[in-house]
Nanobody
């Protein structure tokens, strides 16, 4: 069993900052890419940022310059530092990771339960 648990969401005013964390636990041999997605009410889930196992990052245009994704491979944890938050950043933020639970086992995609981020205007 593999579990992803997000934390760090909350209510913040426009221009504020939040740092989200997502820790993977369970039977883990290797983690490939890790990512953050978000879903606003009535909208589809959208990609926010990704980070490869080597640390290469990619960001959605809507968050470039305001968001930084990082990871601690020793802790199997990915972070999302969000600054200059805007009301349109409001949504449920989900962590995703490609994880191989055993050696010679392929990677499967796992999701966390989500953490709510609300930015007030």
């Amino acid at each position: 069993q593999v579990h992803l648990v997000e934390s760090g969401g909350g209510l913040v005013e426009t221009g504020g900052s939040l740092r989200l964390s997502c820790a993977a636990s369970g039977t883990i041999f290797s983690i490939n890419s890790m990512a953050w997605y978000r879903q606003a009410p009535g909208n589809q889930r959208e990609l926010v940022a990704t980070i490869s196992s080597s640390g290469r990052t990619n960001y959605a245009d809507s968050v470039k310059g305001r968001v930084t994704v990082s990871r601690d491979n020793a802790k199997d944890t990915v972070y999302l530092q969000m600054n200059g938050l805007k009301p349109e950043d409001t949504g449920v933020y989900y962590c995703n990771a490609e994880i191989a639970p055993f050696m010679f086992h392929g990677y499967s995609s796992y999701w966390g339960q989500g953490t709510q981020v609300t930015v007030s205007s």
